[in-house]
Nanobody
């Protein structure tokens, strides 16, 4: 059993910042590939960032230069630092991990960007 639990979502004004956290627990001690996805109201879920390490990180064009993924393996936590937030960043953000072809998802945390 693997659990991914997100936190850190909330309401923020345009131009503001939030940091999302994803804590993992369960039988798998580590994941080489993790990332964040998001789903806006009425839209398909989309990739925000996928990371297989510092030198292998892929950001969606819409968030490049504004969002940053990082990990603290000692805390089994992945972070998503989101700066210069825009109304179009409003979505439920999901933590994702994959191992041997099996995908694991958190339940999501809602980010609302509005004035």
């Amino acid at each position: 059993q693997v659990q991914l639990v997100e936190s850190g979502g909330g309401f923020v004004q345009p131009g503001g910042s939030l940091r999302l956290s994803c804590v993992r627990s369960g039988s798998i001690s580590s994941f080489a590939v993790m990332g964040w996805y998001r789903q806006a109201p009425g839209k398909e879920r989309e990739m925000v960032v996928v990371s297989a390490g510092v030198d292998s990180t892929n950001y969606a064009d819409s968030v490049k230069g504004r969002f940053t993924i990082s990990r603290d393996n000692s805390k089994k936590t992945v972070y998503l630092q989101m700066n210069s937030l825009k109304p179009e960043d409003t979505a439920v953000y999901y933590c994702w991990a994959t191992r041997y072809g099996i995908d694991y998802w958190g339940k999501g945390t809602l980010v609302t960007v509005s004035s």
